[in-house]
C-alpha cells in the first residue's frame, strides 16, 4: 500500500531554515506530482508547493522565494527546503499524492516557529 513518511520539523527562530522530508513506498513514485501541505488547528489545509514528474515546481503566494520543493527519485524521496520562516509558517506539514486508487498522506511534521 501507499505510504508516506514525513520528517524533518522542529521548533525554529524567525528566520531560520528548515529541510523536511518525506519518503514514500507503495507507489512508482517517478511518476506521480507530489505535494506538501500545511494546516494550522481550525483551518482548511493549505496547499503549499507541488512538484511534477518533469521537475517542474509550483508554490502558495506567501512561500515563493522562500520555500522550494525538490525530489529524489532514485531514494523516492521529496523535500521542502523552507528559508526565512516567519511565526506565519507555523503548521503541520504534510505529504500528499494522489493516485488512481485514491488520495493519500503522510502522518505530518509539526514546524513550530514563535513570534
Known amino acids: 500500500q501507499v505510504r508516506l513518511v514525513e520528517s524533518g520539523g522542529g521548533l525554529v527562530q524567525p528566520g531560520s531554515s528548515l529541510r523536511l522530508s518525506c519518503k514514500a513506498s507503495?507507489?512508482?513514485?517517478?511518476?506521480?506530482?507530489m505535494d506538501w501541505y500545511r494546516q494550522v488547528p481550525g483551518k482548511v489545509r493549505e496547499l503549499v508547493a507541488t512538484?511534477?514528474?518533469?521537475?517542474?515546481?509550483n508554490y502558495h503566494d506567501s512561500v515563493k522565494g522562500r520555500f522550494a520543493i525538490s525530489r529524489d527519485n532514485i531514494r523516492r524521496t521529496l523535500f521542502l527546503q523552507m528559508n526565512g520562516l516567519k511565526p506565519e509558517d507555523a503548521a503541520v506539514y504534510y505529504c500528499?499524492?494522489?493516485?488512481?486508487?485514491?488520495?493519500?498522506w503522510g502522518q505530518g511534521t509539526q514546524v513550530t516557529v514563535p513570534e
Open positions: 500528499h499524492v494522489k493516485t488512481s486508487s485514491g488520495d493519500f
Open positions: 507503495g507507489i512508482n513514485f517517478k511518476l506521480f506530482s
Open positions: 512538484i511534477d514528474d518533469s521537475h517542474s515546481s
